[in-house]
């Protein structure tokens, strides 16, 4: 997979470059900007971007990603085979994804992804923000963190870009059942008593089993498979 970088100082958002992009026609392009003015995350939730973070999104044909969910868990697969290698040992443990796609270490966020797809030109956009050498706001400090936060010293945003893609090539090629394993083994949901916020209700449970579509919580009334929600682990 051959993907051209575009490096840009500052812009709204990169999903939001891309998502143009795509309507002209353009493919396999990553967009990385050094600050973000509109991020936004899952759910339309604001993203904060200040520099020293590391904000891209990949454009991609439709035909060659398949789902979305497929696309999300490369992606966070991909991360976390990257930042591991960044943690010292004693946090690598601690390293892991929360269903759907966010990376965490221990209970704070340091990478959110943000899939969006066009179905009129036929193209998916794979946005992902690392928190790296960027300042965690105050009001986020008790949830969110970031490699120099972690490790007490500033890195190179390019070198883990590129040590990513890498990551991403190999794994987006994988067969489904290797992607679904590897992100079982990164998971920090599976086996825990989880509660998942839908627009329409809360569920409470042990999250058993997640697949491209959604988590599998067996609950006091039953399984019960939610596709869409906010994860919260109780324990």
Not at 133 to 152: H, Q
Request: aromatic share 10%.
């Amino acid at each position: 997979m051959d993907l051209k970088i575009i490096h840009l100082r500052k812009i709204d958002s990169t999903n939001k470059y891309c998502y143009r992009l795509g309507k002209e026609g353009r493919r396999n392009l990553v967009v990385v900007a050094d600050v973000q003015s509109a991020g936004v995350g899952r759910l339309g939730r604001r993203w904060h971007s200040n520099y020293g973070g590391l904000y891209f999104s990949l454009l991609l044909d439709l035909k060659d990603s398949g789902s979305t969910g497929r696309l999300n868990f490369i992606g966070s697969i991909s991360v976390y085979e990257t930042l591991i290698d960044y943690l010292p040992e004693e946090l690598r443990e601690s390293l892991g994804i929360k269903f759907p796609n966010d990376v965490l270490v221990g209970d704070k966020k340091i990478c959110g992804i943000l899939s969006e797809i066009n179905w009129d030109h036929r193209f998916v956009v794979l946005g992902i923000g690392i928190n790296i050498n960027n300042p965690i706001p105050e009001d986020l400090r008790d949830r969110a963190t970031s490699l120099r936060e972690l490790c007490k010293r500033e890195y190179n945003r390019f070198e883990i870009l590129h040590k990513f893609l890498n990551r991403f090539r190999d794994n987006f090629h994988l067969e489904d059942e290797e992607i679904l394993k590897k992100y079982g083994r990164y998971s920090k949901t599976l086996g825990r008593y989880v509660k998942v916020i839908t627009p329409k209700e809360e569920v409470i449970g042990t999250a058993f089993k997640i697949d491209y579509g959604g988590i599998y919580l067996s609950t006091l009334e039953g399984i019960r498979y939610i596709s869409v929600g906010d994860c919260i682990h109780l324990r």
